[in-house]
């Protein structure tokens, strides 16, 4: 079974930076697009930026510049690097993927448990 675990959240100053990390784990043949969501309290889940398997990338709005996303050597982990963190970045942060799980599986979408990110001003 397709797991992805989030780590690398916590709390920081304004201005600071955290790294996060995705891994997935389980039977897997094939990851697609992967990316990472937010969600604040009373706020829909938003795209903060994602990443395809030929390292084309896409970010929301209020993070380019600061938010860098990436894919690790062992193709299995994601990361997202956050400088300049702003106390609107605050929010539970989730990893999400497209996975095939083997040759002849179609893709199905995957998500994290998220990782809390709070930034202090």
């Known amino acids: 079974q397709v797991q992805l675990v989030e780590s690398g959240g916590g709390l920081v100053q304004a201005g600071g930076s955290l790294r996060l990390s995705c891994a997935a784990s389980g039977t897997i043949f094939y990851i697609g697009v992967s990316g990472w969501y937010r969600q604040a309290p009373g706020n829909q889940r938003e795209l903060v930026a994602i990443?395809?398997?030929?390292?084309?990338?896409t970010y929301v709005e209020s993070v380019k510049g600061r938010f860098t996303i990436s894919r690790g050597d062992a193709k299995n982990m994601v990361y997202l690097q956050m400088n300049s963190l702003k106390p609107e970045d605050t929010a539970v942060y989730y990893c999400n993927a497209d996975i095939r799980e083997n040759r002849l599986a179609r893709l199905t979408n995957y998500w994290g448990q998220g990782t809390q990110v709070t930034v202090s001003s």
């Open positions: 990443i395809n398997p030929g390292g084309r990338t």
